[in-house]
């Protein structure tokens, strides 16, 4: 179990006495729509025990997602340094279980150092618009623990989404500029030559990519780039295809293929992942959803996300948020579920950051110049000290 799905559900209750009971309509509808949707899943699945088990994790994403919003709405900007903290904090726990070698490769309390990439993407992205906007000094000590993550981690994937994170910041911010490129450029360089010098693993993927020549050399590159990730893609889409409207059953998946797929049976070019199985969890959390609950599970999963997307979009203040969802949800086509804590956790910031820029009223192009009273204000254009006198 999840600490997160213990601690939620009684922590939800004091959000809501705190606010009154009351609730948002439009996350409780869509939040209804989501449970609706994996509900035929449970009732046709091939392991109900499971698929209720499932099915509460469902739930307590949801009293996640609800209660972030709330907390985020009670504790306004105030949330983001609090954040920045929380971020820094699992980067300094982690130190010492990787020196000691608890840890082979740095990954926090999570299950491994992959995961603990995606759930600091929105620290990334918190980082880089503090670079863009305050400047060097505002990121240092962040630039350092992301940094120290990395080295920690030896995770290829965090370099990803640091990567991605920085260039989904510039385009949304409009500041795409040669020398940012440039230095963008090099310091990603160095990283990956300290990566070569340091990790075999690393050494490994950019001789495998600098001697690609066919197309079993390519194959052989992205078996040892991700892994088994590629055959267990193929099995949910198999699984998928067999169970188009309702899937095999909330959570049940992995179960259904040990049980009806051979391992055999998905290997690429006769080339199989040395720890491929089939009864391992899917990597992509669409055709997760798509195999799990069918068609109707994955179009409610699509209009929640696609309410979030909405309400984040045109909201300069949170683009950090923003482009931490998009960059989050695109490692989620690498890796799964779609019940992770830390992911609901930034649904329901992002949804309570976004409330909270709807309420502050647009900044006015021109100054106010009060005349004749405090109570009466007009608005006016910016003019010369000599105009304004008269």
Known sequence: MKVAYLVFPFIFPLVLLHNRMRVNRRHALLGTLFVAGVLPSVAFSTDIKTSLQFLFGVGVCLIIMGSMYR????????????????????????????VSGLQYRGHFTLYEASYWAIALIPYFCIAFHKLLTAGKRAFVMDGLFILTAIIISQSVSMVIWVILSFVGLLIAMRMVRIRYVMVAAMTFAILGAVAYKFSTRAEGIFDALWNIADWDAAFSALILIGGNRLQRVLVAYQAAHDHPIFGVGLGALKNFTDLHFRTAEFSITGMSAVDFDTSLPVTNVLLELAAECGIIGLLAFLLLLRFIFKQCKNKPAIIPFRIALWVTMLSLMF???YLRPYVWMLYGISLGLSSLHAEIQPKRRFPRIRLFSSTQEIAFPELSEELVGK
């Open 71 to 98: 907390l985020t709405r009670a504790i306004g900007m105030r949330t983001v340094g609090m954040l920045v903290w929380i971020y820094r904090i699992t980067v300094i726990i982690t130190i010492p279980l990787f």
């Open 335 to 337: 890796e799964s579920s």
